[in-house]
């Protein structure tokens, strides 16, 4: 998955999909200026590659959304009181969404802050998290988009600057419920850059197929698992993202987010197609994936 410059499709984001046949695409805030852009955009990109793209954003709200316009923006996940608001508040995102050509909502924030001193706070529901959470995803389902459960392994109530610092923590028995309460309909589950230390204390969770084995075994997740985007500063000040995204492919994630650098993700795709061809990821690795994707897909 991959963003892009402007509010018209350019030329890196119609070669990714077009020639590379890239998964999806994340719309930012500088890509959406009004109801109308926003459609004809979404249908451009819809129409560029022989697959239908995912086309993503980050409609959490209040702090976090990208569709300023949309009806729900500014409430925030902080602001909902009950099971029932959280499905309702999805479900209107959702059909907005999809009115706009969106058919992948990057929420909701489902981590276990319960300090007010936590970096994700302010966008983390304030109790029951992983039943609002489910809540926000059957809201978004039957509004006929998919939602995306974050962020594995939870950022919890590190205080740093998540997009700058890798948290280093336990997953905790508390999170673990959270978690797969909140999957329990979910389709997504985001991972991120934490190292969940008594799961994988070498590797963050998305280049460590530990921590992708208990996805799929401890929480019984099946659905498909996207990272969280490559290019964040925590990543990039620690690792290279083309090696990194070729290593979360390898330990078993099925797709990797790009949120706007085009030569590296381009670099990326020769990466794991270099792989593929010298045997250090198998084709089986790989078709694991393409079949998670496109079946998910074919109800889009």
């Known amino acids: 998955m991959l963003g892009f410059n402007g509010i018209k499709p350019d030329y890196y984001i119609t070669k990714a999909l077009k020639q590379r046949n890239f998964g999806g695409v994340i719309l930012l805030g500088y890509n959406i200026e009004q109801p109308n852009q926003l459609k004809e955009l979404t249908s451009d990109l819809t129409g560029i590659p022989e697959t239908k793209p995912f086309i993503a954003v980050d409609q959490e709200g209040n702090l976090v959304a990208r569709v300023k316009f949309e009806p729900t923006a500014k409430v925030s996940q902080s602001d909902l009181k009950n099971g029932e608001e959280a499905y309702d508040t999805a479900f209107k995102r959702g059909a907005y969404l999809k009115e706009m050509g969106i058919n992948l909502n990057l929420a909701p924030v489902v981590d276990l802050a319960t300090s007010e001193s936590a970096n994700i706070w302010s966008r983390a529901f304030r109790k029951d998290h992983g039943i609002f959470g489910d809540a926000m995803i059957r809201g978004c389902n039957d509004a006929g988009i998919y939602c995306v459960v974050k962020h594995f392994p939870s950022y919890g109530n590190f205080s740093g600057d998540v997009e700058k610092e890798i948290p280093r923590k336990e997953l905790s028995a508390g999170e673990v419920a959270v978690f797969k309460e909140a999957l329990k309909n979910a389709k997504f589950l985001m991972i991120s850059p934490v190292i969940a230390t008594n799961i994988d204390p070498d590797n963050p969770a998305p280049i460590s197929e530990k921590a992708?084995?208990?996805?799929?075994?401890?929480?019984?997740?099946?659905?498909?698992?996207?990272?969280?985007?490559?290019?964040?500063?925590?990543?990039?000040?620690?690792?290279?993202?083309?090696?990194?995204?070729?290593?979360?492919?390898?330990?078993?994630?099925?797709?990797?987010?790009?949120?706007?650098?085009?030569?590296?993700?381009?670099?990326?795709?020769?990466?794991?197609?270099?792989?593929?061809?010298?045997?250090?990821?198998?084709?089986?690795?790989?078709?694991?994936?393409?079949k998670r994707i496109l079946g998910l897909k074919k109800s889009l």
Request: zero cysteines.
């Open 212 to 290: 992708i084995k208990f996805i799929r075994e401890n929480l019984g997740f099946k659905g498909l698992i996207i990272t969280d985007d490559v290019e964040m500063v925590s990543i990039r000040s620690n690792y290279n993202p083309v090696q990194f995204a070729a290593d979360a492919i390898k330990a078993g994630v099925d797709m990797v987010l790009f949120s706007g650098n085009p030569q590296d993700a381009a670099d990326a795709y020769d990466l794991v197609v270099e792989k593929v061809e010298s045997g250090e990821i198998s084709g089986k690795r790989i078709n694991e994936s393409v």
